[in-house]
């Protein structure tokens, strides 16, 4: 009886476990954009060479391991049915079966082939990608991970923005990839935009690279994928493929000084004389503060906080209100303000575009 319901379990556990891979498969097919509009984080919808070589990887060790699953479990399934229990077993000793020799070489051979295999197929991918010539006319973009927010610097173009990445889409019968070089001004970080590139970490005091040349426009979505404090989940990553004259005019708008309208002169004053400073620069004005995000161009982003907020009016009087209530555990402190000046404040913040 106890050699009934043993045999029961297992088959019980093996039919779950091969219910739950396909469930997975269907999920990971339902997950796929189904338009070329559309760009989500499947790392199996690849859009930049450095992430189809990843995904090419992916998808041979998947297929690799797929197999041995097959041959492990069908062996399993056939021990289960060969040898199992039989009435007439009772209190009889089951025939002892001694080593093989060819089996023994068999189970360490094959596995070693299998492990060589996979390491120079990786060591392969991983030259490909972290060894790539910069071509003379590569986009160079600093990409600086702050808690919780990201920081991009292009020094050949003189524009600095955060949290929303642009460069242009890479056309293969003229190549314009971007390099990107990562740095880290508190703790770890990681850069990942799933159909981009690989995850790639931003480490304190050691630099890091990775490189990507998108062939079609939108917006791809990323995150940090290194737990860097409170707020690592609400570290997102908008990286906004445009058309080479998207780019340029997105570079030109970029370049041009922080708006002066007089009409919002007191929101201004309020902001110049206030801890805001300290911390945010806004070109052509006093304000040159590193500690957070440049808003010379605050309102060309869609987003506020890393991408925890859409950048309306509203969402943004209430995150210089009190970040905690968008972001709880931000670094922004709450600068409290009155509500006129708050008002005004915000009024300023809306013609920096």
């Known amino acids: 009886m106890s050699m009934l319901k043993m045999k029961s379990s297992t088959l019980r556990f093996l039919a779950q476990t091969m219910l739950l891979l396909f469930w997975s498969a269907i999920a990971v097919w339902a997950s796929e954009p189904k338009s070329s509009s559309s760009h989500g984080t499947n790392i199996f919808s690849p859009a930049s060479t450095p992430a189809k070589m990843v995904a090419h990887l992916s998808g041979f060790v998947l297929a690799i391991t797929g197999i ?23 209190g009889r000793e089951p025939a002892q079966v001694y080593g093989s020799t ?27 990608v972290q060894d790539a010539p910069q071509p003379p006319g590569a986009i160079e973009v600093t990409a600086i991970g702050h808690q919780y927010w990201w920081e991009f610097r292009y020094p050949k173009l003189g524009v600095v923005t955060a949290n929303e990445l642009h460069i242009p889409v890479s056309d293969p019968a003229n190549p314009t990839p971007t390099f990107l070089t990562l740095l880290s001004a508190d703790t770890d970080h990681s850069f990942w935009v799933p159909e981009l590139a690989g995850k790639t970490d931003l480490i304190p005091n050691h630099p890091n690279s990775i490189w990507m040349d998108p062939q079609s426009t939108g917006i791809f979505l990323g995150q940090c994928a290194q ?38 002169d007191t929101g201004r004053r309020v902001f110049e004389s206030t801890a805001c400073i300290n911390c945010h620069a806004v070109a052509g004005t006093n304000a040159n503060g590193r500690f957070g995000p440049d808003l010379t161009h605050l309102m060309s982003r869609a987003t506020i906080a890393s991408g925890a907020a859409p950048n309306t009016p509203e969402k943004l009087r209430l995150w210089i209100q009190d970040p905690n209530k968008i972001k709880p555990g931000s670094l922004m402190p709450a600068m409290q303000l009155s509500d006129a000046d708050l008002d005004a404040v915000v009024s300023y913040m809306e013609t920096l575009r």
């Open 68 to 90: 041995i699953f097959v041959v492990v479990f069908t062996l399993l399934v056939y021990s289960l049915i060969k040898f199992r229990g039989r009435p007439g077993d009772a």
């Open 227 to 264: 737990y860097c404090g409170v707020q690592h989940a609400k570290m997102l990553l908008r990286v906004s493929v445009d058309s080479t004259e998207d780019f340029a005019a997105w570079v030109r708008a970029q370049q041009q000084p922080a708006v002066q309208d007089a009409n919002v």
């Open 102 to 128: 060819q089996i023994e070489l068999a189970w360490t051979i094959i596995p070693i082939l299998i492990v060589i295999v996979l390491f120079l197929a990786t060591a392969r991918v991983l030259h490909a």
